[in-house]
């Protein structure tokens, strides 16, 4: 088990509340497309994890992660493209991908 087990999950728009859930379980459904990570919804997954201090954090704070400043972690290099043209999007990510 990871030191960092948690993440959250938002349903709907950014705006909508926020829930606790098992990051990698969480992760490894929407990579998936497992039926019960809904994937034909709206949905937003923290792209970092946090320890248990997070979660009594989130819960003692009327369900809000802001202001939390303990540590987190994140198992994987994640960046946003966000070129509407395609090859320009595929060129891009090639090039940040390969530092050239």
Same mark, same amino acid.
Not at 15 to 33: I, K, Q, S, T
């Given at each position: 088990?990871?030191?960092?087990?948690?993440?959250?999950?938002?349903?709907?728009?950014?705006?909508?509340?926020?829930?606790?859930?098992?990051?990698?379980? &969480?992760?490894?459904?929407?990579?998936?497309?497992?039926?019960?990570?809904?994937?034909?919804? =709206?949905?937003?997954? /923290? &792209?970092? $994890?946090?320890?248990?201090?997070?979660? #009594?954090?989130?819960?003692?704070?009327?369900? +809000?992660?802001?202001?939390? /400043?303990?540590?987190?972690? =994140?198992?994987?290099?994640? $960046?946003?493209? #966000?070129?509407?043209?395609? #090859? =320009?999007?595929? +060129? #891009?990510?090639?090039?940040?991908?390969?530092? /050239?």
């Amino acid at each position: 088990m990871t030191a960092y087990p948690y993440g959250f999950l938002v349903r709907g728009a950014a705006d909508e509340p926020r829930r606790v859930v098992d990051a990698r379980r &969480a992760f490894a459904a929407f990579c998936g497309c497992d039926p019960n990570a809904k994937v034909e919804e =709206q949905s937003f997954l /923290s &792209a970092f $994890w946090f320890g248990r201090d997070f979660r #009594d954090y989130f819960e003692s704070n009327c369900g +809000t992660e802001k202001g939390f /400043s303990g540590f987190c972690w =994140q198992p994987f290099v994640l $960046w946003d493209n #966000d070129c509407h043209e395609l #090859d =320009q999007a595929l +060129t #891009d990510a090639r090039r940040l991908a390969t530092c /050239s």
